[in-house]
């Protein structure tokens, strides 16, 4: 099978973009959630045009084999693993800028362009791109697409939702579907578009995107707060939202947090803290912004609260924010990610809870949050050759996600749901919901061929 699929493949791909090698194929198999289960692909098919990619989804609906579309393989949550015998799709080889077009403020991209390159080539134009990861460096906005990404200035400027305006999408069988648009308005039927977003190569595979644009801002400037608990810095959130400001970033980093990123880069952030509150503006005034919200912050009982002084600053206490997931990952040998979004209001709530689960299950979890949106991500710190260490890291990861649904949230803000989270997806959607979207699949993939047993 693996022979007559190879050479039925490279009738349309280049001997280059079929690749067989075991050793080569074996690094596919996974993303950055390396715990979850992946098995061995049969192929790895880099493609470069769209005919490529229309011609591997004919292929594998002929053979019925499935296939797992990836990008840069930096997420979190399994979504892009290898399934056992299927195609993995790259799209990296996709990696063009098609347009820049400053005045509609919109951008056409392939799949396969990083995040932060696309950023860089906006900018240039005097636009931004506000969609920012903190794996901006590698990840490409395909992934970003597939897993309805984040990032930290979400609280100012939204999620990649709200940037894609339009997509080409090679479905199951190899036909090409246009969503979308290019134009500012448009509500010509049912929004295909962002049914796609956030759909993890479920429903099928994006070939080219329409993302819109914004002018781009005046350099933001960043405070750092000291809270001596949880609780102070999650009334100084409340407090800085209630008040009508409206931050470009409102980051929240606990004490296990700081102490793991200045052990990795000696930042030297204030290791008696609780929790540190990074608020940053790039408004007109961002000094008189700042001033008010450290204001607000000093009266929600923070013991410390320093503004940068010009933009260097800031950026500096933004790459300690940045760098705080691959921090946490050097605590252990393995980590588990989570990414559970709950009201502001009970931020605070979130994260001594945490505290409490980490104390009962005798683990280190540190939490970062994007304060703003309430989308945390407490990292569960363990051993993976310890069997007993790795049962308990499970255990209180589902007890963090059994939490955050209880206080009012969301099993994922930003990850996605990949392999990690299918059993709680169906909890937080109900019989129903769950009915309803895998019927949604049954029609864009009838045969389930693509990204099977991802999601539900």
């Not at 019925?64 to 840069?72: I, S, T, Y």
């Not at 939204?158 to 290019?182: K, N, P, S």
């Not at 959130?237 to 008040?243: G, H, K, L, N």
């Not at 299918?422 to 049954?442: C, D």
């Amino acid at each position: 099978m693996h022979d007559e699929l190879t050479a039925a493949l490279r009738e349309a791909l280049p001997p280059e973009a079929v690749l067989v090698d075991p050793d080569v194929t074996a690094s596919y198999a996974h993303d950055m959630a390396s715990f979850s289960e992946a098995g061995t692909p049969a192929v790895v098919v880099l493609p470069r045009t769209v005919e490529q990619v229309r011609h591997v989804m004919r292929t594998a609906t002929a053979l019925r084999v499935p296939v797992v579309p990836q990008g840069a393989r930096t997420g979190l949550s399994g979504g892009a693993n290898a399934v056992e015998g299927c195609i993995v799709l790259s799209t990296a080889k996709m990696d063009r800028i098609l347009e820049i077009d400053p005045v509609d403020r919109i951008a056409v991209v392939e799949p396969g362009v990083v995040n932060a390159v696309l950023s860089r080539a906006v900018a240039e134009r005097g636009l931004s791109y506000p969609p920012d990861p903190s794996s901006w460096e590698m990840c490409t906005i395909g992934g970003n697409i597939g897993t309805g990404a984040g990032g930290l200035c979400c609280v100012k400027y939204g999620v990649t939702a709200e940037y894609v305006l339009g997509l080409d999408v090679v479905l199951a069988d190899g036909r090409l579907l246009r969503t979308g648009r290019r134009t500012a308005k448009g509500v010509a039927g049912y929004d295909l578009t962002r049914l796609f977003v956030g759909s993890e190569g479920t429903l099928g595979v994006v070939v080219r995107a329409v993302v819109a644009l914004k002018p781009a801002p005046p350099r933001q400037l960043a405070l750092a707060a000291e809270f001596p608990s949880t609780a102070a810095a999650g009334a100084a959130v409340c407090s800085i939202m209630e008040s009508g400001h409206v931050p470009s970033l409102l980051e929240l980093m606990d004490a296990t947090t700081v102490r793991a990123v200045n052990a990795m880069a000696n930042m030297g952030l204030p290791e008696t803290t609780e929790a540190l509150l990074l608020a940053a503006f790039d408004t007109p005034d961002p000094a008189a912004d700042l001033a008010a919200v450290g204001a607000l912050c000093t009266a929600a009982g923070a013991t410390e609260v320093v503004p940068a002084e010009d933009a260097a600053e800031s950026e500096l206490l933004l790459q300690a924010r940045r760098m705080s997931l691959t921090a946490l990952e050097r605590v252990s040998t393995a980590t588990m990610i989570d990414d559970v979004c709950v009201p502001r209001g009970r931020l605070a709530d979130m994260l001594e809870g945490v505290a409490g689960i980490a104390e009962a299950y005798g683990l280190t979890i540190g939490v970062c949050a994007h304060a703003g949106d309430g989308n945390t991500h407490p990292v569960v710190c363990f051993d993976a050759r310890d069997p007993e260490e790795s049962r308990r890291a499970r255990e209180s990861f589902d007890a963090i996600m059994a939490l955050g649904l209880e206080l009012g949230g969301t099993i994922t803000g930003e990850h996605g749901v990949g392999l990690l989270k299918k059993e709680w997806l169906a909890r937080e959607l109900g019989p129903t919901g769950l009915e309803l979207q895998r019927g949604l699949k049954a029609v864009f993939d009838p045969l389930g061929l693509l990204n099977p047993g991802k999601l539900f």
